[in-house]
């Protein structure tokens, strides 16, 4: 487990071997919500690779001292880059920062399980509501339950704006539940 410091790096776009660690980074960060998640939360690779060329989305690579990408994180005010958020929800619920250009989205903030004690995952998003906190505006990012509930990623990043941006109103935007109907196979049914 490696607890040395790591080197935060913002890019508009990330390529080559650098992209490349970037996936490894980012699969290993988030692969276990595949099976986790009902909706799915982990970008394909093309999707990944859609990603690090827009410039429209801020990337954010943790830097080992090794030279080795070990967190990757993406941030944006263009709503419009990310397919899955509705930007029609927040224009309708802070339209004045909407029509500024002050609402971001944290697409996703990752670190390779052997940087998890190194202070990069707090450099990334501390950096980021720094950005939100010196223009005002939203901040926004989704958090699976399994995330909210095992990790208290809310809480973490709530402790992280009350140290960057003091005064921050915390708003829970949305929730969404997902239900099964399980029925049990039929007598003499092959299974």
């Known amino acids: ?32 919500l595949r099976v986790l998640a009902v909706q799915r939360h982990v970008m394909t690779r093309a999707e990944f690779d859609d990603v690090c060329s827009d410039s429209r989305v801020q990337k954010y690579l943790g830097i080992a001292r ?16 990310m397919p899955l958020v509705s930007e029609e929800y927040y224009a309708h619920r802070w339209p004045e920062h909407h029509r500024a250009g002050r609402i971001w989205y944290i697409g996703c903030v990752g670190v390779h399980p052997d940087y998890r004690s190194s202070g990069i995952f707090s450099k990334m998003v501390g950096r980021m509501v720094q950005v939100v906190e010196q223009q005002g505006g939203v901040a926004s ?22 140290t960057v941006g003091a005064g921050a109103a915390v708003h829970r935007l949305d929730e969404q539940t997902y239900w099964a109907y399980e029925f049990p196979a039929p007598e003499g049914a092959l299974v």
């Not at 080197?7 to 988030?30: C, H, K, M, N, P």
């Not at 090794?66 to 880059?81: E, Y």
């Not at 990012?141 to 992280?160: K, V, Y």
Request: aromatic letters at 8%; proline letters at 3%.
């Open 1 to 32: 487990m490696a607890t040395s410091p790591a080197d935060l790096v913002v890019l508009d776009v990330v390529t080559g071997d650098q992209r490349d660690s970037a996936w490894e980074i980012y699969q290993a960060a988030f692969d276990r």
């Open 66 to 81: 090794s030279g080795q990408v070990c967190a990757f994180g993406s941030f944006t005010n263009d709503l419009s880059s």
């Open 141 to 162: 990012i989704d958090i699976c339950r399994h995330n909210e509930q095992e990790l208290a990623l809310p809480r973490l990043i709530g402790r992280l704006v009350d």
